[in-house]
């Protein structure tokens, strides 16, 4: 088998296959301009915060306080999302797709890429906390992205995609993905759920297409790519929502519109829950609350 | 074996010069034939899974193996048994039980399903792995292969491959439970296992790969084989009159007539009995989902929440109560009926049918199915009598395929016979 397969490739070779092998650095994408690149490094940040502290999410064991309506006590059971289509603006106003590096946790495709972000550590696993990409260099002075996999990505079946081909984050019965995986276990109640997604989907003969998007677009203006940092503020989105009761069938929020455990947190990311189309109020998600910019403030609660 | 593989991957190589698509590397060259019974349809093949001999018997090994939950407890078979037409054993208690348990209903509803509008253990649904309760009936799989759609009421899902991922490794409900974090265990249980070692190779290679991908491809290929056409019905339609009783010849021209119309939801391809159904020449294949008035709670048409059909999927309140019409092939074998098990007998279903939907007098459900206002036009009071009834289950009867339950490549490799 392994001569067969040799001799594939010494074929393929021969027939000038590897020419059209993808290149991803971004050096050569842009070796006809005068342009050079350099690497950047954004950290993301998962984070609840109370009466203006901010504490790290990065613990199952940890018990994070003053959470929901219901100002209640709850551990973390996971913390995942994706972000994508991560855009560097400068200061003339024009977009720069940044380009990630591939890696367990980053793709980068044609015209967008894709970051997966992971919070789990109680087990020996890895997690990811970084974007870890090059740009053309310039004076940025804003961050774009979006919460959520691209339309073009999300209904591969089986991908062989990095940061896409993590199963915890399928949503089989969608037929997508989980944009967010965010579960809790709030003291003395049940498990807490907040998994966003594409829904209202349909197969029209293969190709899958979906009613509600709920894809939110996020821009976080005077952002300074050299030190900032994108937080995620589990306790904004959760602000006017009791995570001890449950108001569907589902325990939480499922990425339903018709699901009341949704509507208070798709109004904390600009989910225009009146139009029931699963996109923001306006041509963006500019009221999000649940996005900001941060400077790794938030405090290690957890002792390690 | 090493030779077959090499001349069509070569081939296929050149073609996909500088292109990123993969190809899917297989000893077998999509070797299996569908049997042609009485003129019908092959059904789709998917391209990216092509059915061959050696893959169908990889993935009849797979569906029954209880190895594929990581507790071990349950496979797919387990659910779907080849003797009740792939649904679930729990079912063959015998009517007399589940009559008793309907004398402790209220206005026609098992109260044991459905009790303050939880699920209690010990009623006809279905068990997942933790032995948690599935809120719906296991579907039969007859003619699985057919559809256009799969599950009671999913607009997404429209192929088998896509379906299996859902009761192979959802978190909610937990079917098999093959959740991502027992993906190693699970895998490694295959990998292990001479059997599967052979079974593998044959289909997918000497460098073949363990994982959710080809298991979901092997199980794909076995149910998409589960093809019955063999019940004395298509023995009638073949020119043998005396294989329907008469009654069931009255039944039958009740069922395709104007009075009763059940043809307009159980049709497709003429005699597979679903409007969700293709083969190889149907042209634009759709799925269709009905409301047939089940339910009326607050009489504004709404179902009992996590139980709402396409609306579940959509949210579109158009949608609310409306599930796929499933085959009638082998429907003598599958109750209780509906997505929730709540009509006992073919008998309660043609009762229900015949009222043009279920009036719920008391408790949570309380409603006039009737008066759903998202209810099918094609659903009307038709006033069947006793005799018509009698005739339509007789002609339903008719429709129960015994080769198809004892076929020996359906049945349970690990059984000892």
């Given at each position: 088998?392994?001569k067969?397969?040799?001799?594939?490739?010494l074929m393929?070779?021969?027939?000038?296959?590897?020419?059209?092998?993808?290149?991803?650095?971004a050096?050569?994408?842009n070796?006809?301009?005068?342009?050079?690149?350099?690497?950047?490094?954004?950290?993301?940040?998962?984070?609840s915060?109370?009466?203006?502290?901010?504490?790290?999410?990065?613990?199952?064991?940890?018990?994070?306080?003053?959470?929901?309506?219901?100002?209640?006590?709850?551990?973390?059971?996971?913390?995942?999302?994706?972000?994508?289509?991560i855009?560097?603006?400068?200061?003339?106003?024009?977009?720069v797709?940044?380009?990630?590096?591939?890696?367990?946790?980053?793709?980068?495709d044609?015209?967008?890429?894709l970051?997966?972000?992971?919070?789990?550590?109680?087990?020996?696993?890895?997690?990811?906390?970084?974007?870890?990409?090059?740009?053309?260099?310039?004076?940025?002075?804003?961050?774009?992205?979006?919460?959520?996999?691209?339309?073009?990505?999300?209904?591969?079946?089986?991908?062989?995609?990095?940061?896409?081909?993590?199963?915890?984050?399928a949503?089989?019965?969608?037929?997508?993905?989980?944009?967010?995986k965010?579960?809790?276990?709030?003291?003395?109640?049940?498990?807490?759920?907040?998994?966003?997604?594409?829904?209202?989907?349909?197969?029209?003969?293969?190709?899958?297409?979906?009613?509600?998007?709920n894809?939110?677009?996020?821009?976080?203006?005077?952002?300074?790519?050299?030190?900032?940092?994108?937080?995620?503020?589990?306790?904004?989105?959760?602000?006017?929502?009791?995570?001890?009761?449950?108001?569907?069938?589902k325990?939480g929020?499922?990425?339903?519109?018709?699901?009341?455990?949704?509507?208070?947190?798709?109004?904390?990311?600009?989910?225009?829950?009146?139009?029931?189309?699963?996109?923001?109020?306006?041509?963006?998600?500019?009221?999000?609350?649940?996005?900001?910019?941060?400077?790794?403030?938030?405090?290690?609660?957890?002792?390690? | 074996?090493?030779?077959?593989?090499?001349?069509?991957?070569?081939a296929?190589?050149?073609?996909?010069?500088?292109?990123?698509?993969?190809?899917?590397?297989?000893?077998?060259?999509?070797?299996?034939?569908?049997?042609?019974?009485?003129?019908?349809l092959?059904?789709?093949?998917?391209?990216?899974?092509?059915?061959?001999?050696?893959?169908?018997?990889?993935?009849?090994?797979?569906?029954?193996d209880?190895?594929?939950?990581?507790?071990?407890?349950?496979?797919?078979?387990?659910?779907?048994?080849?003797?009740?037409?792939?649904?679930?054993?729990?079912r063959n208690?015998?009517?007399?039980?589940?009559?008793?348990?309907?004398?402790?209903?209220?206005?026609?509803?098992?109260?044991?399903?459905?009790?303050?509008?939880?699920?209690?253990?010990?009623?006809?649904?279905?068990?997942?792995?933790?032995?948690?309760?599935?809120?719906?009936?296991?579907?039969?799989?007859?003619?699985a292969?057919?559809?256009?759609?799969?599950t009671?009421?999913?607009s997404?899902?429209?192929?088998?491959?896509?379906?299996?991922?859902?009761?192979?490794?959802?978190?909610?409900?937990?079917?098999?439970?093959?959740?991502?974090?027992?993906?190693?265990?699970?895998?490694?249980?295959?990998?292990?296992?001479?059997?599967?070692?052979?079974?593998?190779?044959d289909?997918?290679?000497?460098?073949?790969?363990?994982?959710?991908k080809?298991?979901v491809?092997?199980?794909?290929?076995?149910?998409?084989?589960?093809?019955?056409?063999?019940?004395?019905?298509?023995?009638?339609?073949?020119?043998?009159?005396?294989?329907?009783?008469?009654?069931?010849?009255?039944?039958?021209?009740?069922?395709?007539?104007?009075?009763?119309?059940?043809?307009?939801?159980?049709?497709?391809?003429?005699?597979?009995?679903?409007?969700?159904?293709?083969?190889?020449?149907?042209?634009e294949?759709?799925?269709?989902?009905?409301?047939t008035?089940?339910?009326?709670?607050?009489?504004?048409?709404?179902?009992?929440e996590?139980?709402?059909?396409?609306?579940?999927?959509?949210?579109?309140?158009?949608?609310?109560?409306?599930?796929?019409?499933?085959?009638?092939?082998?429907?003598?074998?599958?109750a209780?009926?509906?997505?929730?098990?709540s009509?006992?007998?073919?008998?309660?279903?043609?009762?229900?049918?015949?009222?043009?939907?279920?009036?719920?007098?008391?408790?949570?459900f309380?409603?006039?199915?009737?008066?759903?206002?998202?209810?099918?036009?094609?659903?009307?009071?038709?006033n069947?009598?006793?005799?018509?009834?009698?005739?339509?289950?007789?002609?339903?009867?008719?429709?129960?395929?015994?080769?198809?339950?004892?076929?020996p490549?359906?049945?349970?490799?690990?059984?000892?016979?």
């Amino acid at each position: 088998m392994k001569k067969t397969m040799l001799s594939v490739a010494l074929m393929a070779l021969l027939m000038g296959c590897n020419e059209s092998k993808v290149d991803n650095t971004a050096d050569n994408n842009n070796n006809k301009t005068d342009i050079k690149s350099k690497d950047v490094k954004i950290y993301v940040e998962a984070l609840s915060s109370h009466n203006g502290e901010f504490r790290a999410i990065n613990d199952k064991n940890t018990t994070y306080t003053n959470l929901g309506s219901s100002d209640v006590n709850a551990t973390i059971k996971d913390f995942r999302f994706f972000l994508s289509d991560i855009k560097l603006i400068n200061k003339d106003g024009k977009e720069v797709l940044l380009k990630v590096k591939e890696s367990d946790y980053q793709h980068q495709d044609t015209n967008t890429n894709l970051v997966l972000f992971d919070y789990e550590t109680s087990s020996n696993k890895t997690t990811n906390n970084l974007i870890d990409a090059s740009v053309a260099q310039g004076d940025y002075t804003a961050i774009e992205f979006t919460l959520g996999v691209p339309e073009k990505l999300n209904h591969i079946e089986f991908p062989d995609i990095n940061a896409l081909n993590h199963s915890k984050m399928a949503w089989n019965w969608q037929a997508g993905r989980k944009f967010t995986k965010i579960e809790l276990l709030p003291n003395g109640s049940k498990q807490w759920n907040f998994h966003l997604g594409s829904t209202g989907c349909k197969d029209n003969d293969g190709s899958i297409e979906c009613k509600q998007p709920n894809r939110v677009r996020v821009k976080l203006d005077n952002f300074d790519i050299t030190k900032d940092t994108i937080v995620f503020d589990l306790s904004k989105l959760i602000e006017d929502t009791d995570i001890t009761t449950n108001d569907g069938a589902k325990p939480g929020c499922m990425g339903s519109l018709a699901d009341k455990d949704c509507l208070d947190t798709f109004v904390k990311l600009d989910i225009n829950i009146d139009a029931k189309d699963g996109k923001c109020t306006g041509s963006d998600c500019s009221e999000q609350v649940v996005f900001s910019t941060g400077s790794n403030r938030a405090k290690n609660i957890s002792g390690k | 074996m090493k030779l077959k593989t090499f001349v069509p991957f070569l081939a296929l190589l050149f073609l996909s010069c500088g292109s990123q698509t993969t190809v899917e590397k297989q000893t077998d060259n999509s070797d299996y034939k569908f049997k042609k019974l009485y003129g019908h349809l092959a059904p789709v093949v998917p391209k990216q899974n092509p059915i061959s001999e050696a893959k169908v018997e990889l993935g009849r090994y797979l569906f029954f193996d209880k190895r594929l939950s990581p507790k071990n407890n349950i496979s797919c078979g387990s659910c779907h048994e080849p003797q009740h037409a792939f649904v679930d054993k729990i079912r063959n208690f015998g009517e007399d039980k589940f009559v008793n348990s309907l004398n402790e209903s209220v206005g026609g509803v098992c109260i044991k399903c459905h009790k303050d509008g939880q699920i209690e253990p010990n009623n006809t649904l279905p068990l997942g792995t933790d032995e948690n309760t599935i809120i719906r009936e296991s579907m039969g799989l007859t003619n699985a292969a057919y559809y256009t759609s799969y599950t009671w009421a999913n607009s997404a899902l429209g192929t088998i491959e896509r379906y299996i991922t859902t009761p192979l490794s959802n978190d909610d409900p937990k079917e098999l439970g093959l959740v991502s974090e027992h993906e190693d265990l699970v895998f490694n249980r295959i990998l292990d296992d001479e059997t599967y070692q052979k079974l593998f190779q044959d289909v997918f290679g000497d460098d073949y790969i363990v994982d959710q991908k080809h298991i979901v491809f092997a199980l794909s290929s076995f149910i998409r084989t589960l093809i019955s056409f063999n019940s004395p019905y298509d023995q009638y339609l073949a020119g043998n009159h005396d294989a329907l009783s008469d009654e069931a010849k009255r039944g039958k021209d009740l069922f395709f007539g104007e009075k009763a119309e059940c043809f307009h939801c159980h049709s497709g391809g003429d005699t597979r009995f679903s409007d969700s159904s293709k083969d190889i020449k149907t042209f634009e294949p759709k799925a269709f989902f009905h409301n047939t008035g089940l339910f009326n709670i607050d009489e504004n048409g709404s179902f009992p929440e996590g139980n709402r059909g396409l609306f579940e999927i959509t949210t579109d309140l158009n949608d609310m109560g409306k599930f796929k019409a499933p085959t009638l092939r082998n429907i003598e074998l599958t109750a209780p009926y509906m997505h929730d098990g709540s009509l006992a007998t073919l008998h309660d279903v043609l009762d229900f049918y015949s009222n043009g939907g279920r009036v719920i007098e008391n408790g949570k459900f309380k409603g006039d199915g009737r008066a759903n206002p998202h209810k099918s036009s094609l659903i009307s009071k038709i006033n069947l009598n006793e005799q018509e009834k009698l005739d339509i289950i007789e002609f339903l009867k008719s429709l129960t395929d015994y080769s198809f339950l004892v076929d020996p490549k359906h049945q349970d490799p690990f059984k000892k016979r």
